[in-house]
């Protein structure tokens, strides 16, 4: 490259003297002194955030990282891939700190995908795939001021397992299936049973006021037709009379069954006659 030169837009350089970095070139004309300055070259980026080895991108690049074959904690084995977002927003540190800056990226994301994968079951990791996006992307952060970058977000693309997995998830499925319809169905059973039950309950206490009031009904009538009979008849007389009343309904009552054997006492006698 030529002593004078065009740095792209959203691009810079670094310069080194004498082996040293020495300072940063951002977009425009840019020159360098010839013999006593070079440009540092990142060709073992293999094109990742660099144009022609030697021009820094900073805008957001995308790792996408290998498959890997990962153990959850329920000890099934996946393969997982996935995406990760990522820019520069110190080139020296970039360049300088870290071997091989993208592959670095790509060999970290792989570690903590397959660690928090570990932490996860199987159904776990299927379900909640934006919340373990979230875990890989906040471990990857530590590592955003020590290598010049900022990592964006973690997306991961695909989660593979194998038949035999997939035919047990089925049968597992399907057994959760049936046991939520069990548990719905004794959950009906024994929610008609309590309205069947309070219902009796509602029903019992209803014939208990309604007998309630009858007997005070029958209780006030009694009593208004005492105080009338001894308005007319007398304290004693009425005593007489009511007496013979009890006497006969017992009578009654006694004789309503054709089967029993009644012995009737020969010494009552009322003072009144009361036929």
Not at 146 to 167: C, H, L, M, P
Request: charged share 25%; proline share 3%.
């Amino acid at each position: 490259m030529s002593f004078i030169y065009t740095i792209p837009q959203n691009h810079v350089v670094l310069i080194k003297r004498f082996g040293r970095h020495a300072r940063v070139q951002k977009n425009g004309l840019r020159f360098k002194i010839p013999l006593i300055e070079q440009i540092k070259y990142v060709r073992e980026w293999q094109g990742v955030a660099n144009k022609k080895g030697c021009y820094v991108e900073l805008s957001e690049q995308q790792t996408d990282t290998p498959s890997r074959q990962c153990q959850t904690q329920d000890n099934v084995t996946i393969e997982a891939d996935a995406s990760v977002y990522w820019k520069i927003i110190d080139p020296v540190k970039a360049v300088y700190d870290i071997d091989v800056l993208p592959k670095s990226i790509a060999d970290v994301a792989l570690n903590a995908l397959r660690a928090n994968i570990g932490k996860l079951k199987l159904d776990q990791v299927l379900s909640e795939r934006q919340n373990l996006n979230r875990k890989i992307a906040d471990e990857l952060k530590g590592l955003s001021s020590k290598w010049g970058i900022i990592f964006t977000r973690v997306e991961i693309q695909e989660i593979n397992y194998s038949s035999d997995t997939a035919d047990a998830m089925m049968q597992e499925m399907s057994a959760e299936r049936k046991k939520r319809a069990l548990i719905a169905e004794s959950e009906g059973i024994a929610k008609a049973e309590l309205t069947k039950a309070r219902a009796e309950a509602d029903a019992s206490i209803i014939r208990a006021n309604a007998q309630a009031e009858a007997l005070k009904l029958i209780a006030e009538a009694e009593s208004n037709y005492i105080s009338k009979l001894k308005e007319i008849t007398g304290i004693e007389a009425a005593n007489q009379i009511i007496l013979s009343q009890k006497y006969l309904e017992g009578i009654k009552i006694i004789t309503e069954n054709p089967s029993n054997k009644v012995f009737l006492p020969t010494g009552f006698k009322g003072k009144y006659d009361i036929s």
